[in-house]
């Protein structure tokens, strides 16, 4: 051909300058095959090349192309007649290498995703959006897609292109404002950010994906190509066994667990999570909780955030090891009989500079008025949750887990925070809704669409509520005007209990209402007694330093307090460290101090609660009507003077068990009970017993009842859990 035929070919000065600069508007329309005319032309930036030949993908040869830029911008015509798949052989002084033309490719996403994607109700969302190695138009690579809609630009920059944002400027799905590109040779492992120019053109901050499936360990902040996970799954059995119950009739003891400090290895790392599967789950079994719930896992940049600050969803922590680890552990857990729960934080999130916040220069994920979207105790941004894109996101996520990881449940963190408008806040600092009220009534609309959306795609897992108010209906369906959680945590009941606990028996008369009045509104919710972590932290110290007395006392007062907790209506949780008194704070910067084992107090405390918990699960009567005020019933609320409780727990055709709880340090001889029928009753716990650290006194193993009450021996400061024998 002529040089001046070929001249008909060559884009712009303008054009090349453009891309060059990393500003053009549509690379996808420049760059790749293009029919120019009748012919076709190949365009490709590839820097450090002094020749490029173009092939199609199955090795034919079809066109030399000219240098336009000596920083790497060639073209030519080529030979072929058809639109196809480029490659191209680069040569320098250095070598030669091989490039698949990434703008050869047509999209991945299609009309129906942004038909949904547009509507707010994609629930695969996951599958579309992040980075997903596949196979596309002939050829292994890694499609990637953003949602950016005020974006500019928008490339893909990782180690496989020097992270230069002029290499992959992705396309632009104008009806979602999503950006995708197919990028091949790309493979598991390769280390990538998103570029993104404002709307005005300046350069943001390299933003990690906000989908990613993987994350590099912190200080590090980039995203990481990897596949969800694709482990063979064994735990069909425990599955299927919750998908036909109902949990709030199933005994629920959960250990609460931060990963990271639970044990530490010597050189102060974190255990991973195959070393976790074969430590925590051998001994969560052993001591009879039935679940685990970790702090967040999602990653996070910030270790004393606990995980509460995160900035990867999507992402197992890299703390712990490769997200497929993650999924052993869950199945392990579940073959042992263990559920595993996770807190999840969709109420706010970290303002570092790879985040979301300002993800595309504007506030997307966030509100863009601080009165809505800054969170004052937490510096940190709060979801706009009346996006639809940023509620389709957190739903997504909640499915995912449950989805992909097979998670058990859901803890929700900081709901309080996410229902009310004004919260934290003080007079002017907030704006009403709509309707003149301080309900985040778009916060309300999320709740409830996340929970429907899980229960309805996997009915065997259950959310519970970390909500601190007297919001009605928190833990009732939907349908029936509800949050649509399966549960609330109780925090009622445990500031009241805690703070009846920390007086000195002696003036524990004075504060009886502080334990019975909990039962006004004990069945107004599905809940969860928590003693969480953070009870245990922050100087609130640990739960024997929250106990009155002297030593002694502290641990009889522990005893005490946690059989009348497990004989108490609701679903149990307990921290790591608890379950054997542990003396420190609890601190994410050390292991738990396993050495008080050896103490025969802090041993009897853990033979204890692996008592407590055999009891719970083996006796219906303390579980099946958790939730149901038929299951409980007062034998004795008013002897405020001496500081003894008695009620009665039941459940159809099951033995009845009679709860007492004599909370001085007085024994009492021949202490009349009211109790429900006449016959023997076993001593199935007793917290004074030898075993536990107590003194042994008793009442032989057995309480006998005669014309509706008994004469008992009550010792002092403990708690007796009796099973109608007959």
Not at 499 to 509: C, F, G, P
Request: glycine share 10%; aromatic share 12%.
């Amino acid at each position: 051909m002529n040089p001046t035929g070929r001249q008909s070919f060559k884009a712009s000065q303008a054009e090349v300058e453009a891309i060059l600069a990393g500003t053009h508007d549509d690379p996808f329309a420049l760059l790749g095959p293009q029919t120019v005319g009748r012919k076709l032309v190949a365009r490709c930036f590839i820097p450090h090349a002094e020749e490029v030949t173009a092939y199609t993908l199955d090795g034919k040869e079809c066109g030399d192309l000219e240098c336009r830029h000596e920083t790497g911008f060639f073209e030519g015509p080529l030979t072929i007649s058809k639109r196809q798949v480029l490659r191209y052989r680069a040569r320098n002084a250095g070598g030669e290498w091989w490039i698949t033309d990434p703008y050869s490719f047509g999209p991945v996403l299609g009309p129906m995703d942004d038909y949904y994607i547009g509507e707010g109700s994609h629930l695969r969302l996951f599958d579309k959006l992040g980075a997903h190695p596949m196979h596309h138009e002939g050829a292994d690579g890694v499609h990637f897609a953003v949602w950016a809609p005020n974006a500019k630009r928008v490339s893909v920059v990782g180690n496989f292109n020097d992270w230069d944002g002029r290499r992959h400027p992705m396309r632009k799905r104008i009806d979602t404002g999503i950006w995708e590109i197919f990028i091949p040779d790309v493979s598991v492992g390769c280390i990538y950010k998103y570029e993104i120019l404002g709307a005005g053109g300046e350069v943001l901050p390299l933003k990690a994906d906000p989908f990613a499936f993987r994350a590099e360990l912190r200080p590090a902040t980039g995203s990481i190509v990897d596949a969800p996970p694709s482990h063979d799954w064994g735990d069909q059995a425990h599955r299927e066994f919750w998908q036909s119950a109902d949990p709030r009739r199933q005994p629920i003891s959960i250990y609460e667990v931060h990963a990271g400090s639970w044990r530490k290895p010597e050189d102060g790392s974190f255990l991973t999570w195959d070393e976790l599967a074969d430590q925590l789950i051998p001994y969560a079994v052993s001591m009879g909780f039935t679940h685990i719930e970790f702090l967040p896992i999602s990653e996070h940049p910030y270790d004393p955030s606990w995980g509460y600050q995160t900035t990867g969803l999507f992402a197992p922590s890299a703390r712990f090891g490769e997200p497929e680890a993650f999924a052993r552990f869950v199945d392990g857990a579940h073959r042992a009989g263990l559920g595993v729960i996770i807190d999840w934080v969709p109420a706010h999130f970290p303002m570092d500079a790879h985040g979301l916040a300002m993800f595309d220069g504007t506030a997307l994920y966030e509100h863009a008025d601080p009165r809505k979207g800054f969170h004052p105790d937490w510096h940190t941004a709060i979801y706009n949750f009346g996006r639809k894109e940023v509620l389709a996101y957190l739903v997504n996520n909640a499915l995912y887990w449950a989805e992909k990881y097979h998670v058990d449940g859901l803890r929700v963190d900081a709901v309080a925070s996410m229902l009310y408008l004004d919260y934290s806040r003080k007079a002017g600092e907030w704006i009403p809704n709509e309707q003149g009220g301080r309900e985040n009534l778009d916060a309300v609309a999320f709740l409830r669409k996340m929970n429907s959306e899980v229960y309805r795609a996997h009915p065997g897992i259950m959310t519970i509520a970390e909500e601190s108010t007297s919001w009605p209906k928190v833990s009732h369906p939907v349908h029936e005007g509800g949050l649509g959680f399966g549960f609330k945590w109780n925090m009622g009941f445990m500031n009241d209990t805690l703070r009846y606990m920390s007086h000195e028996a002696v003036h524990r008369k004075f504060h009886h209402r502080d334990i019975t009045f909990g039962l006004l509104y004990a069945f107004s919710e599905n809940f969860v007694l928590p003693l969480s972590h953070d009870e245990v932290v922050h100087g609130k110290r640990s739960l024997i330093n929250k106990m009155s007395g002297d030593e002694w006392q502290r641990f009889a007062n522990l005893r005490t307090y946690y059989a009348f907790m497990w004989g108490y209506p609701g679903k149990k949780l307990l921290f790591m460290g608890q379950e054997f008194a542990q003396l420190r704070e609890w601190s994410e910067e050390r292991g738990l101090d396993w050495h008080l084992l050896e103490n025969p107090a802090h041993d009897g405390i853990r033979r204890l609660i692996q008592d407590l918990n055999r009891v719970y699960r083996e006796l219906p009567a303390l579980h099946a009507r958790d939730c149901e005020g038929e299951g409980f019933e007062w034998l004795i609320a008013d002897d405020d003077q001496h500081s003894v409780f008695a009620w009665e727990r039941k459940a159809p055709d099951a033995p009845s068990v009679v709860v007492i709880s004599n909370f001085t340090p007085v024994p009492r001889d021949g202490y009349v009970v009211p109790m429900p029928r006449d016959g023997t009753w076993r001593e199935a716990i007793n917290t004074d017993a030898e075993i536990y650290g107590g003194s042994g006194k008793g009442n032989g193993g057995k309480v006998v009842a005669t014309g509706g009450k008994a004469e008992i021996s009550l010792p002092p400061l403990a708690t007796l859990i009796l099973e109608y024998t007959g």
